[in-house]
């Protein structure tokens, strides 16, 4: 009986680990705002679908996955803290402040949907940018499943950036509605007007201010068609106007054009 060999198998590709571990020990920080981000998104789920725990715990642990992430970003980009005037203002117009303040603000109000919509949609945001990065560490051609939702998310990023902005000027009226309901301080309204005054002046993001913009022009629109009843028409002026006051002289809200 002559001998058989079997045909030499391919080799399969194997992920790159040694480079993971690499990158990892690297880049720290950036792997540790990767993971908390991706806490983060599963408290939210535990959030919607209480079946972990209590619903009210998850829910906080996502503002306060938030902070950190918030803190770590803060830590990355102005470094060691410095007790000068100087500091101070590069600490407030650093869009990673703003989303600490917003953490803080809302730590201590009653848990609402609305609220972890900005925080969930930046954490899916940033987490799929960056396990993009883990992936090619790993392979060009690892985990092509993951690659097609990663890219999903990153087509859509326009939308999540503008879902975001639109979330965070509605979210206003809810804190003057916290007050009267009894559930919030009188101090939580002026906190996040002071918030919703910094990302519309964002240096970082502009979707803000384009979201207020594109607000005006609808409401403006809505309100100049001949169906519309003129009580309407005049709620809605005084809206726009109030609106317009609160903003500070130098960044009043241009009428479109």
Request: proline share 5%; charged share 10%.
């Amino acid at each position: 009986m002559s001998d058989t060999t079997s045909p030499p198998s391919s080799n399969p590709r194997t992920l790159n680990i040694e480079a993971l571990k690499a990158h990892v020990l690297s880049h720290k920080i950036d792997c540790a705002l990767w993971a908390i981000r991706i806490l983060s998104l599963f408290f939210a789920l535990g959030y919607l679908i209480p079946i972990f725990g209590s619903a009210y715990n998850f829910y906080y642990k996502v503002l306060i996955a938030n902070a950190a992430i918030s803190a770590l970003r803060l830590h990355q980009r102005l470094g060691r803290v410095s007790l000068s005037r100087e500091f101070l203002a590069q600490l407030l117009t650093e869009d990673s402040c703003h989303y600490l303040f917003y953490s803080l603000i809302f730590l201590y109000v009653p848990p609402f949907m609305l609220v972890l919509i900005p925080v969930v949609l930046f954490c899916l945001l940033h987490s799929a940018s960056y396990s993009l990065t883990l992936l090619d560490t790993l392979g060009q051609n690892s985990w092509w499943v993951a690659r097609l939702l990663i890219s999903l998310v990153e087509f859509q990023s326009l939308n999540i950036l503008r879902t975001v902005a639109f979330t965070e000027i509605i979210l206003m009226p809810y804190t003057v509605l916290l007050i009267l309901i009894g559930r919030a301080s009188l101090l939580t309204p002026f906190i996040y007007y002071h918030f919703l005054v910094q990302r519309y002046t964002s240096r970082r993001n502009p979707y803000s201010k384009n979201m207020f913009r594109e607000l005006r022009m609808y409401f403006e629109h809505f309100s100049s068609k001949p169906s519309t009843p003129g009580f309407v028409k005049q709620a809605i002026t005084a809206g726009i106007n109030f609106t317009c006051k609160l903003a500070p002289a130098q960044i009043q809200v241009q009428s479109p054009q």
